[in-house]
């Protein structure tokens, strides 16, 4: 098999080397948009220009260095028999895990009204919260999810996840569907948003759906800006309606420096970085299944692009 490797924003050489390693039968070429098309069969895209689509018109598979295909999907210049596969897991579940549960301690266990206290050399004694102050509520329970439920409900927090087809996890209150929607809202304090980004989804954490959630709440979003209206929460939060938020995306990307969030002190911006690609687990991914597919094999991963993830 012939793989491109069209990824804009990474150094070809950090990756070529192992991918080429990872993958011995296969050639690599770097995708070169001056030259001939290359006649590759398929790609490694991250963020692609149209470009590659209107120039290599021999690709028939494309590997997505990420979890989310939104951007992907959006792309008129891909066309529909073309097969996207993208990454599962591959070493990012636990990072997310890891963040949800950094967001959550630093709210429940009050850490930074201690930092607070330590810089006026005050011996706060405060009441601290018990778990069963914190039902979280994890909305999406793939990959990533899944994980971040679980993980969080080890730590001995009630927690709830919904989905859009029903799931099993032990020690996780399961809902599924949009009519359970308002059933898992009710119950949650502490939400995490760990969706795909689709046309049922977007918007999806507003006013509406916001104010659902149990008084004193709190909003990360890990999955994708536009999952959140942003003048919605920026409102709630004038208005007292919720505490606060972790957001690792947003709208617009970097965060514009005149952005409401960067100035209101309950709102702790991250860039975009909760669940970094990790190159070897990736690569190691990608490879086995290149492998599958020229066993003629049938690999997991593949987008179902009707419903959008
Ligand atoms: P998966 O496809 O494995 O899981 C998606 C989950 O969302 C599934 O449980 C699915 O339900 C559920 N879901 C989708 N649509 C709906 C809907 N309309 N109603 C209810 N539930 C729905 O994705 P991953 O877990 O791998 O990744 C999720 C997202 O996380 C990515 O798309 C990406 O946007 C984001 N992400 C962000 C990163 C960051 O650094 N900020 C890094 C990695 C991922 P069902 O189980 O029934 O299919």
Redesign the pocket.
Known sequence: MHILFACPHHDPAAWVPLLEAAMPGCRISVWNPDGPPSGAQAALVWRPPAALFEHETGLTTLFNL?????ALLKMPEIPPQVRIV????AG??V??AEYALYALLRVSRDFEAFDHAQARQHWDTREGSRQADWPVGV????????RVAQTLAEFGYPVA???????EIPGVETF???AA?PAFLARTRFLVN?????P??VG?LNRETLSQLLPHAHLVN???GEHLVEDDLVQMLEEGEIDGATL??FHTEPLPKDHAFWRDARVHVTP??????LRDESIRQIAGKVAQLQRGEAITGVVDRS???
Not at 66 to 70: E, F, I, K, L, W
Not at 86 to 89: A, G, H, Q, T
Not at 272 to 277: F, P
């Open positions: 990420g979890a989310g295909v939104d993208r990454l599962e897991d990012m579940s990072q997310m909305l999406g329970l793939g990959q990533v999810g899944a996840g919904w989905s859009r087809t029903p799931r599924a569907g949009a929607l760990v969706l795909p980004l689709t049922d989804t999806i890990v999955g994708r690792d995306v975009h970085i909760a669940a970094r690609t419903r959008g993830y």
